[in-house]
């Protein structure tokens, strides 16, 4: 079954990093782009990078160069997402999206709060 | 890069037809980029129902019935996504999206919010 799986919900302090993971499977990791993908409370989608899982490589928004690094593990077919100095306006649900399919993961929840 | 621009809300009857538009800022061509339209619905994350860049290179998603449709209006500079025979379920935020090759960015619109009366 084709699907993105990412990890649980994090409670991070102001100027912290997280780092969200999204597994997939049912489908061959290496060969699809991922995005990864943020909606702050009652906002709209706003793209903040991508991935490509075979070479590595990465094309981040404008916005957040310099504070987010987008990796991957291709033994396990996983993403990750990791933001740092984090402050209260990162709070928002981090989703992880492959160009196959159109498909996204489940979506994480990142509360940055002191 | 472009800017995708959406109407924030948009509302019809059940049964009826509707059109939402993503309208690409000035400079750029609807006709040069493929745009894929997304629904979310509260709690949920989005869900892919297509892409249109013309008539001979569209798609759609898995799953996605045929009543919702892309195009383009070339006079607008926008793309379009037809919702025909609207639906209850079909209330939700719609969003559009697209990918800058010159900038390596992708860029979202703001949604519209459709309501079904």
């Known amino acids: 079954q084709v699907q993105l799986v990412q990890s649980g919900a994090e409670v991070k302090k102001p100027g912290a990093s997280v780092k969200v993971s999204c597994k997939a499977s049912g489908y061959t990791f290496t060969s699809y782009y991922m995005h990864w993908v943020r909606q702050a409370p009652g906002q709209g989608l706003e793209w903040m990078g991508i991935?490509?899982?075979?070479?590595?490589?990465?094309s981040y928004a404008q916005k957040f160069q310099g504070r987010v690094t987008m990796t991957r593990d291709t033994s396990t077919s996983t993403v990750y997402m990791e933001l740092s100095s984090l402050r209260s306006e990162d709070t928002a649900v981090y989703y992880c999206?492959?160009?196959?399919?159109?498909?996204w993961g489940q979506g994480t929840l990142v509360t940055v709060s002191s | 890069q472009p800017v995708l621009t959406q109407p924030s809300s948009h509302s019809a009857s059940s049964g009826a037809s509707v059109r939402l538009t993503c309208m690409l800022s000035?400079?750029?061509?609807?006709?040069?980029?493929?745009i894929r339209w997304y629904q979310q619905k509260p709690g949920n994350p989005p869900r892919y129902l297509l892409y249109y860049h013309s008539d001979s290179n569209k798609g759609q998603g898995s799953g996605v019935p045929s009543r919702f449709s892309g195009s383009n209006d070339a006079s607008a500079n926008a793309g379009i996504l037809r919702i025909s025979g609207l639906q209850p379920e079909d209330e939700a935020d719609y969003y559009c999206g697209t990918w800058h090759s010159n900038s390596k960015t992708w860029v979202f619109g703001g949604g519209t919010k459709l309501t079904v009366l």
């Open positions: 000035s400079g750029f061509s609807v006709g040069d980029f493929w």
């Open positions: 991935i490509n899982p075979s070479g590595g490589s990465t």
């Open positions: 999206a492959s160009d196959y399919g159109g498909i």
